[in-house]
């Protein structure tokens, strides 16, 4: 009877420690998981990685994706990958995504403008004897003096005059000219007529040497004068020696007839 008993308290026993083990929750897995941020681009959009403990360049490599050739070149590594916790290495550039509705553009600031050079220059005037009226300053052509040369600027600060020289190797010239905008005017003397514009306007830079060749031909009336000065024309002058020749004989000849 006794036997009996103890058998049927070690069934209930058993049960309970059944039901136990079916009613309790199942324990989780002790073993922690690992969890990696993948690093994000810094303000200049590199994706920068801090060497920890125990990395290599091949962990690292992996951990990231990145080739290990191209590790090292980004970060002028040896192949010994020698790596020094703490130390950022470089696993790349991010691209940024582009602007909707394009890009935006950024105003430049404006910066003070140079001050200008400012300078001197020269104007040299000559006027030539344009014989063949070509308005070109040929070799044989001579210079003209005494005409009247008139240069101003633009702004109205500069207005001188002169006149022109007889001399091609030392024509007449204005010297310590500022910068600026010259008209340079010539009135060709008496008796000649101008081949040429004789007026011209010129950009005058710091340190300029600037010739300027006006042309002018005698006029027809002046090529006449001489003959007028002269008393008359070659031909009135034969006409005249025939007749004086033609008295002559005639006195020689009434002579010669009141003797007989």
Avoid: H, W
Wanted: negative net charge; glycine residues 10%.
């Amino acid at each position: 009877m006794q036997r009996r008993q103890f058998f049927s308290l070690l069934a209930i026993l058993a049960l309970a420690v059944l039901a136990a083990s079916f009613s309790r929750p199942a324990a989780a897995n002790p073993q922690a998981q690992a969890f990696y941020f993948t690093p994000t681009p810094d303000a200049d959009g590199r994706i920068m990685y801090i060497i920890k403990e125990g990395d290599t360049c091949i962990s690292i490599s992996l951990l990231n994706g990145v080739d290990l050739d191209q590790l090292r070149l980004l970060n002028n590594l040896n192949t010994d990958c020698v790596l020094i916790p703490g130390q950022k290495l470089i696993l790349g550039t991010a691209e940024s995504a582009p602007t909707p509705g394009g890009p935006t553009a950024t105003p430049t600031p404006l910066l003070p403008s140079p001050t200008p050079f400012k300078g001197n220059g020269e104007v040299c005037v000559v006027l030539f004897d344009d014989i063949n009226g070509n308005a070109l300053a040929e070799p044989g052509e001579a210079a003209i003096s005494d005409g009247a040369i008139s240069l101003t600027d633009q702004l109205g600060k500069v207005s001188l005059t002169g006149t022109t020289s007889a001399s091609l190797e030392e024509p007449s010239c204005f010297l310590d000219l500022p910068e600026g905008d010259y008209n340079i005017s010539v009135a060709v003397p008496e008796g000649y007529n101008p081949t040429t514009r004789m007026d011209y306007t010129l950009p005058l830079k710091a340190g300029d040497q600037s010739t300027l060749d006006f042309g002018a031909q005698i006029s027809s009336a002046a090529q006449a004068e001489p003959d007028s000065e002269g008393g008359g024309s070659p031909l009135l002058g034969i006409l005249g020696g025939l007749v004086v020749l033609a008295g002559i004989g005639l006195g020689v000849y009434a002579r010669a007839a009141s003797r007989r």
